[in-house]
């Protein structure tokens, strides 16, 4: 095979660095519609400003043009048109962080609103406290003497059961209080119905009002609840009565309600 001449051999190596025709023309008619994409996007979003001609480096990958251009489709006033600060057009889902105002997260997080449960306890359930005259100062300060002596009393009663009800155990007084109501019942059906009623209030693990008895109380009162009786919550109650005595009563006696109710007492009789 004939060797080629020195001038022939540079020939060719000049030639054979040098990009094809069809090469350039691909780089020319890709950057060209890469142009015409932002100047329709500029003019969908309604930008005065056209668009300059960028031409992106042919090494360029195409995860960062995706990066760079915004959404066309994107219409003006909708919720992902307005982003945070000069990110505004930008917000878009090829955004691959979390802190743009994109529409898709916007209606997803309209979506996502508090629910209450079923199950909590509301307050405007609650009975309402007991009718008693306005407490005198030497009553509230038996109340101090004794926890019977404040458990014995409407207007001891109402007060302890509005600090009870700071602490959220109200449900121990409201117990102990449907207990005394029951017992004062004669009649054997309005004694059944009652006590289905305390047992699903107070007793039942699935109400939101449950009190907080040990296992040989409660396997008593399911053994009796076949044929309720006026007394069949006794050892019951005796053990609310005993928690609060020794758990809520100390606490009350130093709380800012039973100090401001008993100095206002005091200023009103030093007035008098």
Known sequence: MPRLSQDDQECLQKHASRPSMWTQF???????????????????????????????????PPEMRKR???????????????????????????????????????????????????????????????????PTLEEVNTWAQSFDKLMITPAGRNAFREFLRTEFSEENMLFWMACEELKKEANKNIIEEKARLIYDDY??????????????????????MGEPSRHVFDDAQLQIYTLM????????????????????????????
């Open 68 to 134: 760079q251009v915004p959404a066309a489709h994107q219409a003006p006033g909708a919720p992902g048109a307005q982003g945070a600060g000069s990110r505004g057009s930008d917000a878009c889902c090829f955004c691959w962080c979390c802190c743009c105002s994109c529409s898709c997260l916007t209606v997803r997080n309209q979506d996502q609103r508090p629910t209450r449960a079923s199950h909590e306890l509301r307050t405007d359930d609650l009975p309402t406290c007991e009718e008693s005259p306005s």
């Open 203 to 224: 007793i039942s693990i699935l109400s939101p009002k449950e009190v907080s008895l040990d296992s040989r109380v409660r396997e008593v009162i399911d053994r009796n």
């Open 245 to 272: 005595h020794r758990d809520s009563y100390p606490r009350f006696m130093n709380s800012g309600l039973y100090k401001d109710l008993l100095r206002s007492l005091s200023e009103k009789s030093a007035e008098a």
């Open 26 to 60: 691909l780089l020319l008619f890709r950057d060209e519609r890469y142009n015409a994409n932002i100047r329709q996007t500029t003019e969908n979003e309604g930008d005065p400003k056209a668009a300059p001609d960028v031409k992106p480096a042919a090494s360029e």
